[in-house]
């Protein structure tokens, strides 16, 4: 299983940007659940939010609810992080990450709870 993501960049504060994370595997339900995680420079990993891919279903983390939306393409085995509003505090690496195929877990945002992970993509937001 591969996971891709795209999309990343800089902008200026206030401005947005979507990110992509393109699966490998055919058809993201497959999954169950994919969550998005950011990591800032000398911070740990965190987890921003998820989606079950079976039923579209989110969930976000304070700091970025309203601002952030995560959806799926399940036609292009893709899920999408949109951010919008991008504030300084937002600059990090940004991973999207998976369940197994097949799994039947509950989404969370405990990182041992995913098996797979892309590579990252930078967003740098700057005031």
């Known amino acids: 299983v591969q996971l891709v993501e795209s999309g990343g960049g800089s902008v200026q504060a206030g401005g947005s940007l979507r990110l992509s994370c393109a699966s490998s595997v055919v058809n993201t339900d497959n999954f169950n659940c994919m969550g998005w995680f950011r990591q800032a420079p000398g911070k740990e990993r965190e987890g921003i939010g998820y989606?079950?891919?079976?039923?579209?279903?989110?969930y976000y983390v304070d700091s970025v609810k309203g601002r952030f939306t995560i959806s799926q393409d399940n036609a292009k085995n893709t899920v999408y992080l949109q951010m919008n509003s991008l504030k300084p505090e937002d600059t990090a690496m940004y991973f999207c990450a998976s369940f197994p195929v097949g799994s039947t877990r509950v989404c969370g945002l405990a990182q041992y709870l995913f098996n797979y992970w892309g590579q990252g993509t930078q967003v740098t937001v700057s005031s």
């Open positions: 989606i079950y891919t079976r039923g579209s279903g989110t």
